[in-house]
Structures are given as C-alpha cells and as structure tokens.
C-alpha cells in the first residue's frame, strides 16, 4: 500500500518493520477508526530473549506508542511443544517448572517497552497455559481439529522444508500451528484481539489462525509480518562471535549489550537506527548522512540509544563512558566487565589461556591460543606473546584488578574476590 492513514502502520511502514500483511486496506481501516488490540506469541525457549527478537518488541512498543493495545502472549502451553517453524530438528521438550522459570526471567524486559495496566490501552501479559493446559482432547478434535486440512498443514514452507530434506517432524510438532491458531481466535473471544504479528516465518501460523477464526465465527482477524533480519553480512541477528546477546541484564551486562550494537557494521547504521531506537524520523536521516569518520560517532549514539531503552539511561551512559575511557584514555574503567576469582587462585597462578575462555573471549584453550599467536592478547595494556603465561597476584594494578584484552573491543577486569 503507497499511503497508510493510521498512525501505526504508517510508523511501521517509515522505519522498516512491515514485511507482509493480509489485507493491507482493511488493517489500515480498522486502525484508523478504532483502538485496535494486538499480540505477539514468545515461547519460552531460554531463561531470556536476545537481540534477535526486539524488532518483535519494538512492534509492540510502537502499537502502544500510537494509542493501540499490546498483548505479549508468553508460550506457557505451546511451550511444552515447541515451534517446529524451520527447525532441522525436534526442540528439547521441557519440564513445566523449567517454562514457568524462563518465564518469570522473560517477562522482567518487556516493562522497559511497555506500559502494563488495567487501561484500555495499557499492555496485557497472557500465558496461553491459561487454557491451552485445561483442554479437553476429544472436543478439542472436535471442535477445532476438525477446521485443518492435513494437505494444506503439509504444504506449509515451515513443515515442506523438513519434510523435503527428509528430517523427522513429529506428530506433537505438528499440533503446534493447531495450537498457535487456537491462540488467535482464544484471544479474540477474551481480548477482542484482532491481529497477530510475528517474524515472517510466522506467516503460515498466523494465517491458519485467520482461517480458523472465519471457521469459528470470530470477526475479521489480521496478520502482519516483519521480515527476518540479518546483518549486512549475513550474519544473524542477536548472536555474537561469544554467543546470544542476551536481553536479561543477569545474562549480559549493560556494557557488552552496548558493545554488542557499537560494532555495527556501517552499511546497518541506518536501517537499526529505524528498527530499534524511537529516535524521530528527521533525526535519523541527519545522522544516516553523515559519513566517514563520523560514522563511529552514530553507531555510538545507536548503541546508547539501545541500551537505554532496556537498561535505562544511566546504564547507557555509563556504558559509553566506560568505552570512551578504555578506547580512547586507554584507562581502567570500573565498569568493565568482571572475572572474579579468589585470593588463593592468583597466589598459584592463573593460566592465560584458561583466563581467556573464563572471560568468554575465547571458546576453547585453542581459539585462546591462536589469540595469543596472533599478538591480540594484553595484560594491564602489555602484550602477551607467551601461551604458558601465568597471571599472578604481582600482576594486580594499584586499582586492585587485572586488566586482559583481547584485541580492541574486548576487555574485562580480573577482580580478586
């Protein structure tokens, strides 16, 4: 659609998120005349979220920004199934004690993006356990099973693609598209919702969920996609050369999560700029022009405008700061990272390599080396070139820590505990 009328798919639309949606007009109607609710589904699969899903979050955030209800449906019943969506193999099925912990860990990000309350436009957090856990089999068959074709579940890309490359797609995984599109229709006849959003390889699940609320008498229902990202280099969003990028605070610090998008590559600066700060639109076309050497200075601003939205802007700040001083002063900031050990750990010595895969900057004893042999590794700012060095209470600043880096960007303080 050239021209959207509502604010929010007009927002969607300017930065980036819209990559599909079933009926473009009548969205665009309905929000336009209507305080319109909905929801995006998170299955409970870690004990957090990473960077990969807060273009789903931001997506609410805005829904809520321009006068319309959120809902952040955690996945405490299809949980225990696992989505199946192009996966080359069965997730690892999960205790419920273990959902409702990762639960409980997930939901503490969403108020950094959210306002939830009692108001018609404060944000619901749902558990779909609610009633997918007191379901009756039978008249579930019944009732729902019997609006799914089987010829069209199969002929869906996300169940096609495991089954073309001949890999197992288990009878509990198939359910879970019945149960994401009873989620749907669930959610209409509580809520009033009447449109899911998701990841484009949702689109099929959402779809269904469309065609059974028509099946089951709901109102007209809606999908909208945004498209899966990766970065310019094909890498995948959220993950980093030392694994997730965690959103929990617990799980990664405010500093690595600044790092994280301070290492944007240049050709992505503009487009993350769009998809996750709330900085306004002309703002962002000034920083997107400037160029050169400059360019360091907006992915800095991007980095601090990220990582206040989810840590706050102290935090941000804090972190910007603790960069600046190591980047550029070349001094020890407090709030790098920290590797504690104990007193008697360094009165016996510390061996390097192992220093280096306990900091996370290296996977193995091997990739620890090969920093070393490359010439990357410095203790209090000295290179290191031997691989059987040892760190030693001698080696212990006057500011009572041990500084190791591991080439430029990655540094931490080794603290006697």
């Given at each position: 659609?050239?021209?959207?009328?509502?604010?929010?798919?007009?927002?969607?639309?300017?930065?980036?998120?819209?990559?599909?949606?079933?009926?473009?007009?009548?969205?665009?109607?309905?929000?336009?005349?209507?305080?319109?609710?909905?929801?995006?589904?998170?299955?409970?699969?870690?004990?957090?979220?990473?960077?990969?899903?807060?273009?789903?979050?931001?997506?609410?955030?805005?829904?809520?920004?321009?006068?319309?209800?959120?809902?952040?449906?955690?996945?405490?019943?299809?949980?225990?199934?696992?989505?199946?969506?192009?996966?080359?193999?069965?997730?690892?099925?999960?205790?419920?004690?273990?959902?409702q912990s990762n639960i409980d860990s997930i939901k503490t990000v969403f108020s950094n993006y959210l306002t939830y309350?009692?108001?018609?436009?404060?944000?619901?957090?749902?558990?779909?356990?609610?009633?997918?856990?007191?379901?009756?089999?039978?008249?579930?068959?019944?009732?729902?099973?019997?609006?799914?074709?089987?010829?069209?579940?199969?002929?869906?890309?996300?169940?096609?693609?495991?089954?073309?490359?001949?890999?197992?797609?288990?009878?509990?995984?198939?359910?879970?598209?019945?149960?994401?599109?009873?989620?749907?229709?669930?959610?209409?006849?509580?809520?009033?919702?009447?449109?899911?959003?998701?990841?484009?390889?949702?689109?099929?699940?959402?779809?269904?969920?469309?065609?059974?609320?028509?099946?089951?008498?709901?109102?007209?229902?809606?999908?909208?996609?945004?498209?899966?990202?990766?970065?310019?280099?094909?890498?995948?969003?959220?993950?980093?050369?030392?694994?997730?990028?965690?959103?929990?605070?617990?799980?990664?610090?405010?500093?690595?999560?600044?790092?994280?998008?301070?290492?944007?590559?240049?050709?992505?600066?503009?487009?993350?700029?769009?998809?996750?700060?709330?900085?306004?639109?002309?703002?962002?076309?000034?920083?997107?022009?400037?160029?050169?050497?400059?360019?360091?200075?907006?992915?800095?601003?991007?980095?601090?405008?990220?990582?206040?939205?989810?840590?706050?802007?102290?935090?941000?700040?804090?972190?910007?700061?603790?960069?600046?001083?190591?980047?550029?002063?070349?001094?020890?900031?407090?709030?790098?990272?920290?590797?504690?050990?104990?007193?008697?750990?360094?009165d016996s010595g510390i061996g390097l390599l192992s220093l280096i895969v306990r900091a996370g900057f290296a996977a193995?004893?091997?990739?620890?080396?090969?920093?070393?042999?490359?010439?990357?590794?410095?203790?209090?700012?000295?290179?290191?070139?031997?691989?059987?060095?040892?760190?030693?209470?001698?080696?212990?600043?006057?500011?009572?820590?041990?500084?190791?880096?591991?080439?430029?960007?990655?540094?931490?303080?080794?603290?006697?505990?």
């Amino acid at each position: 659609m050239s021209e959207y009328k509502s604010d929010f798919l007009r927002t969607l639309k300017e930065r980036g998120f819209i990559y599909q949606t079933s009926d473009d007009a009548g969205l665009d109607a309905l929000f336009a005349k209507e305080t319109v609710t909905a929801y995006i589904g998170f299955d409970p699969t870690a004990p957090s979220l990473h960077a990969g899903g807060l273009i789903q979050i931001m997506m609410l955030h805005w829904l809520q920004a321009t006068g319309h209800r959120p809902i952040s449906l955690m996945g405490g019943g299809t949980g225990m199934v696992g989505d199946p969506s192009f996966k080359e193999e069965s997730r690892q099925l999960m205790t419920p004690d273990t959902i409702q912990s990762n639960i409980d860990s997930i939901k503490t990000v969403f108020s950094n993006y959210l306002t939830y309350g009692d108001g018609p436009k404060d944000a619901l957090m749902i558990n779909n356990a609610d009633w997918l856990l007191g379901i009756n089999y039978l008249e579930f068959l019944r009732d729902v099973g019997r609006h799914f074709s089987v010829n069209r579940m199969l002929a869906f890309d996300s169940v096609k693609t495991r089954l073309d490359r001949e890999q197992s797609l288990s009878f509990l995984e198939f359910n879970y598209m019945i149960l994401q599109a009873y989620d749907f229709v669930e959610l209409n006849k509580r809520t009033g919702c009447r449109l899911q959003m998701g990841g484009s390889d949702q689109w099929g699940n959402i779809i269904n969920g469309i065609d059974l609320g028509h099946r089951m008498g709901t109102p007209q229902l809606y999908a909208l996609t945004s498209p899966l990202l990766t970065t310019s280099s094909g890498a995948k969003m959220g993950k980093s050369v030392n694994g997730a990028v965690w959103l929990n605070p617990s799980m990664l610090s405010a500093y690595d999560f600044w790092q994280y998008w301070r290492n944007t590559e240049d050709a992505d600066v503009s487009r993350f700029l769009k998809l996750y700060t709330t900085l306004p639109m002309d703002e962002i076309a000034r920083l997107s022009a400037l160029g050169g050497s400059e360019i360091n200075e907006v992915k800095k601003v991007l980095a601090t405008e990220i990582t206040a939205m989810l840590h706050g802007r102290v935090a941000a700040e804090q972190a910007a700061e603790t960069a600046r001083k190591t980047f550029e002063e070349g001094a020890i900031a407090e709030n790098l990272p920290t590797v504690d050990v104990t007193a008697a750990e360094l009165d016996s010595g510390i061996g390097l390599l192992s220093l280096i895969v306990r900091a996370g900057f290296a996977a193995s004893n091997g990739e620890a080396r090969r920093h070393i042999q490359g010439g990357a590794v410095k203790i209090n700012d000295n290179a290191i070139s031997d691989e059987r060095f040892v760190i030693g209470s001698n080696d212990v600043t006057a500011e009572g820590v041990v500084k190791l880096s591991v080439g430029r960007k990655k540094h931490a303080l080794v603290r006697p505990a």
